[in-house]
């Protein structure tokens, strides 16, 4: 019995890697409104009724693999404090992007893909915020927070790819975390 419970998980578990697997390779050529059931079953070679027994939808999938992202930086940054540790974490954070694959970076750095990161970005701050620091500020000083952070570094990331990596990753770090922790102001009275 337990055997055959074996098998099937594994089967279970081939069976949803090649539906996001199918769907990664469809997301890489097409608008993500573009994908259907019917097309990613059909790549995939697999009957809709077994897409459906393991989405609802393809929001769903996409829910999934969200998630999947959120976990796996929340796992690296667990014990970095939001307001305390901004150096830290952005370096995790470009260390985290940047060996993602060639979908993750799609929606992290594509402006038609820009939705899908926000709500990526949102889910990891949501997440962290209740174990940080950020607790101590009223929620408006908080959310205001939130969005600055996560929004600038989406954006130097964002450049940092776009431009060809010419800057070293060390020193992208180094100067994003300066904007960030002091501003303007800080990054002219440090050399970098």
Not at 87 to 109: G, H, V
Not at 148 to 161: A, D, H, K, N, P
């Amino acid at each position: 019995m337990k055997m055959e419970k074996t098998k099937q998980d594994l089967r279970v578990k081939k069976t949803i890697g090649l539906i996001q697997s199918t769907f990664y390779d469809m997301m890489n050529e097409m608008d993500y409104s573009d994908i259907t059931v019917k097309e990613l079953t059909m790549r995939a070679q697999i009957n809709r009724k077994t897409f459906y027994l393991h989405y609802e939808t393809i929001d769903a999938l996409l829910l999934e693999i969200q998630e999947n992202i959120v976990k796996a930086f929340l796992a690296k940054t667990k014990n970095l404090d939001t307001l305390h540790d901004i150096d830290k974490l952005t370096k995790e954070f470009f260390l985290f992007c940047s060996t993602q694959d060639p979908l993750s970076q799609k929606i992290i750095c594509t402006k038609d893909y820009s939705h899908l990161c926000r709500q990526i970005s949102d889910k990891i701050m949501e997440k962290r915020r209740s174990v940080t620091s950020l607790n101590s500020l009223d929620k408006t000083t908080g959310d205001i927070v939130v969005v600055f952070l996560t929004s600038t570094t989406l954006e130097l990331f964002r450049y940092w790819v776009l431009t060809g990596k010419k800057v070293d990753l060390d020193r992208m770090v180094a100067i994003s975390s300066t904007l960030i922790n002091n501003g303007i102001k800080g990054l002219l009275t440090q050399s970098l």
